[in-house]
C-alpha cells in the first residue's frame, strides 16, 4: 500500500511540474517584443513668426505584447529639438515626445522648412519611428496700424 501511495504522490507532482512548464512557455509565447508607434508620423506648424520657438507634444505608444525601450531621439537640423519623458514603456503605456522648432538658430531667414525627428527603440521591425513637420517662418505683424 505504501509503494502505491507514493506512485501517486509523484505522478500528481510529475503533472503539476508539467502544469507549470506549460503556463512558463504560454506565458513567454504572447509575450512578444514591443512595438512602438507615434501619434502622427507627418505635422504642419503652419505659419510662425520668425521671433520665437514653437512646440508641440506628441504620443510615443508601445502597441505591442512586451516591453519598449526608447533608446535615443535625434533631429535632422540644430534648430530643432526634442526630447522624450518616458524612456521604458510597457505594453499599453504612452510617453510625450516634445518637439521645439526655433527659426532664431536660421538667424530670422524666412521660408518653408523640412525638419525631421527620429525615435529609436529595441522595436524588432521599426528600430527607427520618424516624425516628419513641415513649418512655415513668416515676418512678424507689426503691432500698430499705418494711417
Known amino acids: 500500500m ?22 512558463v512557455a504560454y506565458g513567454a509565447a504572447r509575450s512578444g517584443p514591443g512595438q512602438i ?4 508620423t507627418v505635422f504642419d506648424f503652419g505659419s510662425i513668426p520668425n521671433t520665437e520657438p514653437v512646440t508641440k507634444e506628441f504620443q510615443v505608444r508601445n502597441v505591442g505584447q512586451g516591453p ?6 535625434s533631429t535632422s537640423c540644430g534648430c530643432t529639438t526634442a526630447e522624450v519623458d518616458s524612456r521604458h514603456l510597457e505594453p499599453g503605456e ?17 521660408g518653408r522648412y523640412l525638419r525631421m525627428v527620429y525615435v529609436r527603440s529595441d522595436d524588432p521591425v521599426t528600430p527607427e519611428a520618424s516624425l516628419t513637420f513641415w513649418v ?4 512678424p505683424k507689426s503691432g500698430g496700424t499705418q494711417g
Open 37 to 40: 508607434e507615434l501619434s502622427t
Open 94 to 110: 504612452s510617453a510625450t515626445l516634445r518637439v521645439t522648432f526655433d527659426p532664431l538658430v536660421h538667424n530670422g531667414e524666412l
Open 2 to 23: 505504501r509503494r502505491g501511495h507514493a506512485r501517486i504522490v509523484v505522478a500528481v507532482v510529475a503533472l503539476i511540474g508539467i502544469g507549470l512548464l506549460g503556463a
Open 136 to 139: 512655415t517662418v513668416v515676418a
Open 68 to 73: 519598449l525601450e526608447i533608446s535615443g531621439v
